[in-house]
Nanobody, 121 residues
Framework: VQLQACGGGLVQTGGSLRLACTASGRTFNKYGWFRQVPGKEREFVSAINWTGGRTYYSDFARGRFTISRGNAENTVYLQMNNLKPEDTAVYSC?????????????????WGQGTQVTVSS
């Protein structure tokens, strides 16, 4: 089982990025995005239930970020708009076969490598 995240990069304040997470090896019922900066705990960004499509957002992501299912099986996107310097972090995707615990790191069994997002002021 592998989760592959990509799409990070360097953008200016107000810019946009789209992150993608592709799973291989099995299907999952939920996907989540988390981010982390050095010295701080990993924090929840957004999540989606694969079957029903219900979405979840942190307060800082709501209204600026959009999580969605891709046309390709087991691919999830995170569209990030109006990025701010405080969004700078390593973003990681996670997945699990069971539902619930969408906003918690312990709610996920599989984690992909992170992708760096840097927003310059």
């Amino acid at each position: 089982v592998q989760l592959q995240a990509c799409g990070g990069g360097l953008v200016q304040t107000g810019g946009s990025l789209r992150l993608a997470c592709t799973a291989s090896g099995r299907t999952f019922n939920k996907y989540g995005w988390f981010r982390q900066v050095p010295g701080k705990e990993r924090e929840f960004v957004s999540a989606i239930n694969w079957t029903g499509g219900r979405t979840y957002y942190s307060d800082f992501a709501r209204g600026r970020f959009t999580i969605s299912r891709g046309n390709a099986e087991n691919t999830v996107y995170l569209q990030m708009n109006n990025l701010k310097p405080e969004d700078t972090a390593v973003y990681s995707c996670a997945a699990a076969t069971w539902v619930g615990g969408y906003t918690e790191t312990r709610g996920y069994d599989y984690w992909g490598q992170g992708t760096q997002v840097t927003v310059s002021s």
